[in-house]
């Protein structure tokens, strides 16, 4: 698993990179739920809410999502919603900076890349 950081809005995304020894998708998933995760769907909107479900068909749902329209940059609130695995383009991991911190010590720890 190897972890990219946007440096502004201090975003984690999660990609897999393939080597033994490393957390299985399954303690990442477990570690992040109940995070903020921010989601590209194919019709181009994005979605940010509370992640509480990932189910084995890589279904998504979100509490207290919220859809952001731009250009304004306004949100419509949204309550809960699912998003299909197969209308996901993009989808990321929102974290405050010492949050950010600690995750990057964490996976350092488990020898993944940040």
Do not use: Y
Request: charged share 20%; hydrophobic share 40%.
């Amino acid at each position: 698993m190897r972890w990219l950081r946007d440096t502004p809005s201090h975003i984690m995304e999660a990609q897999p990179k393939g080597s033994a020894g490393q957390m299985s998708a399954k303690d990442v998933v477990h570690d992040i739920l109940g995070t903020r995760l921010k989601v590209l769907t194919a019709d181009g909107r994005v979605i940010s809410g509370l992640l509480t479900c990932l189910d084995k068909q890589g279904n998504i749902v979100l509490q207290h999502a919220a859809q952001h329209l731009e250009p304004s940059l306004e949100e419509r609130h949204l309550g809960t919603v699912i998003v299909p695995q197969n209308q996901r383009l993009k989808t990321q991991v929102l974290v405050m900076r010492n949050e950010a911190i600690r995750l990057n010590a964490q996976m350092r720890s488990c020898g993944i890349e940040s």
